[in-house]
């Protein structure tokens, strides 16, 4: 079945101590990012990838790392956890290509940060 | 990307066919027309895609009008689990920045 999948699904922290939440598709896709989700500010994305080391800023990238070393993985780091990080997240991938592929993603990560 | 503009909410009853609007006067022409359901707490679920005229899959149809300023997903007999917040995107190529505006919330009522 093809899919994009997160884990974990679900994570309460603390403040300061470092976390990754991984993010692996099926699909074959060259294209895979990461979105998070608050209330009123719908989903906006934070690091976005074209391909194998290649990786790039979206709109709010601040304290947060990403990296593609394989193409199916786009794990996102924080190496820090804030509670302004206390969100939902969502990976999504896509074919690079022209055409309207649409992007699918996975099923969220929500994290709190105490 | 195009900015798009549909309804905050909408009411339906089970059985109902509903039909939201989304406008995107400034689709450029390249763009693609694209539709996603989202449930609480659940990753957005691609639904339909389009260029033009109408696009019909096992779950959604599409009609876009000649002039593509305008698009409508028609949702036929709704249920109870067609609940959810859908969004109307606008875009040339999947490997790009989805902006999701703050999409129609449709409640289906029994």
């Known amino acids: 079945e093809a899919q994009v999948t997160q884990n974990p699904r679900y994570l309460i922290t603390v403040t300061g101590k470092k976390l990754t939440v991984t993010c692996s598709q099926n699909m074959n896709h060259e294209y895979m990012s990461w979105y998070r989700q608050d209330p009123g500010l719908g989903l906006r994305q934070i690091y976005y990838?074209?391909?194998?080391?290649?990786?790039d800023k979206g709109d709010v990238p601040e304290g947060y790392k990403v990296s593609r070393k394989e193409k199916r993985n786009f794990p996102l780091i924080l190496e820090s956890p804030s509670p302004n990080q206390t969100s939902l997240y969502f990976c999504?991938?896509?074919?690079?290509?022209?055409?309207?592929?649409?992007?699918?993603f996975g099923d969220g990560t929500r994290l709190s940060i105490l | 990307l195009a900015k798009t503009t549909q309804p905050i909410s909408m009411d339906s009853y089970e059985g109902q066919e509903v039909n939201i609007t989304c406008s995107h006067n400034?689709?450029?022409?390249?763009?693609?027309i694209t539709w996603y359901q989202q449930f609480p707490s659940q990753g957005p679920r691609f639904i339909i895609q389009?260029?033009?005229t109408k696009v019909t899959n096992e779950v959604a149809s599409l009609f876009i009008p000649a002039d593509r300023k305008s698009s409508t997903l028609s949702l036929p007999r709704v249920s109870l689990s067609d609940t959810a917040v859908y969004y109307c995107?606008?875009?040339?190529?999947?490997?790009?920045?989805?902006?999701f505006g703050t999409g129609t919330r449709l409640l289906v009522s029994p």
């Open positions: 995107l606008v875009g040339d190529t999947g490997f790009q920045k989805l902006v």
């Open positions: 990838s074209m391909n194998v080391e290649v990786t």
């Open positions: 999504a991938s896509s074919p690079a290509s022209t055409g309207g592929q649409p992007q699918h």
């Open positions: 389009g260029y033009k």
């Open positions: 400034n689709i450029a022409t390249n763009d693609y």
